[in-house]
């Protein structure tokens, strides 16, 4: 990988993988098991409810790394947190709920400071960030979910 320029002018240039790609849970597998040997204090995984953070979970959980589930609660996440809520249930896992008051939030100007010194548009990575500011362990977000097929040649 290599980089250049900056601002408008920046680029990243990525070559061609090392070795062959494997299938997406073979890949997150390898990531987590990465991530857990170069961590710099325990794992802690932001757990949204969403496809992606559950897929990263799931994965902790078959490779057996021990992991603090936190959930940020807003008063716009309901829907996602009571799912996250009763999953966590069923695995027999007691999340760390930390509260966000998202209209206080935009209100106070937190977001827009955010945003700015992170040069990003997206309105959930500044809240993300709000979070991880909360954390003292290794955090991990999923991003970007597989998108799950049934492959009709091996099932």
Known sequence: MH????GPNWAVEIGP???PVKSYFEETKIACGLIYEQRSAPLQLCYSGG????????????LG???????????????????????CEAKNITPTIIDLDYDKF???????EIAESMCCAQWQIP????L???LTGTVIFGNDPPHMKLNKEDN
């Open 17 to 19: 993988p090392s070795r």
């Open 65 to 87: 790394i021990p992991v603090e589930v936190v959930i940020m609660n807003t008063q716009y996440n309901y829907h996602e947190t009571q799912y996250a809520f009763k999953f």
């Open 3 to 6: 980089s250049s320029g900056n």
């Open 51 to 62: 496809l992606d953070s559950e897929n990263v979970l799931n994965v902790l959980l078959h």
């Open 106 to 112: 935009v209100e106070s100007g937190k977001l827009i």
């Open 127 to 130: 809240a993300n960030m709000w």
């Open 132 to 134: 991880v500011e909360q």
